[in-house]
Nanobody
Framework: QVHLVESGGGLVQAGDSLRLSCAAS????????MAWFRQAPGKEREFVAG????????SYADSVKGRFTISRDNAKSAVYLQMNSAKPEDTAVYYC?????????????????WGQGTQVTVSS
């Protein structure tokens, strides 16, 4: 069984920074690609960023490229999302996800385990 727990969400103003964390427990975390997704009210869940098992490869949605950075610490079984220059359109519930097959994918269907989500609200 795998358990993912997100933290770090909150209310920030436009232009501020925020760091989300995802703590993993259970099976072998270090072998899996990880990703962050987000879902705003009335919208579908969308890919934000992904990272390979080693951290050597990353992928970002165009909407966050240059502002967000995904990273991981396999020794701590954790993945992070550094959000800089936050915008009101970044407001959403942010989810951490794990994929048990190699390769970063942007489709939510490709991920096997999900956290419960953490709310991020960016005020203008």
């Amino acid at each position: 069984q795998v358990h993912l727990v997100e933290s770090g969400g909150g209310l920030v103003q436009a232009g501020d920074s925020l760091r989300l964390s995802c703590a993993a427990s259970g099976r072998t975390f270090g072998n899996w690609p990880m990703a962050w997704f987000r879902q705003a009210p009335g919208k579908e869940r969308e890919f934000v960023a992904g990272i390979s098992w080693s951290g050597g490869a990353t992928s970002y949605a165009d909407s966050v490229k240059g502002r967000f950075t995904i990273s991981r610490d396999n020794a701590k079984s954790a993945v992070y999302l550094q959000m800089n220059s936050a915008k009101p359109e970044d407001t959403a519930v942010y989810y951490c996800a794990a994929r048990t097959v190699l390769g970063i994918r942007s489709s939510a269907r490709s991920y096997d385990y999900w956290g419960q989500g953490t709310q991020v609200t960016v005020s203008s």
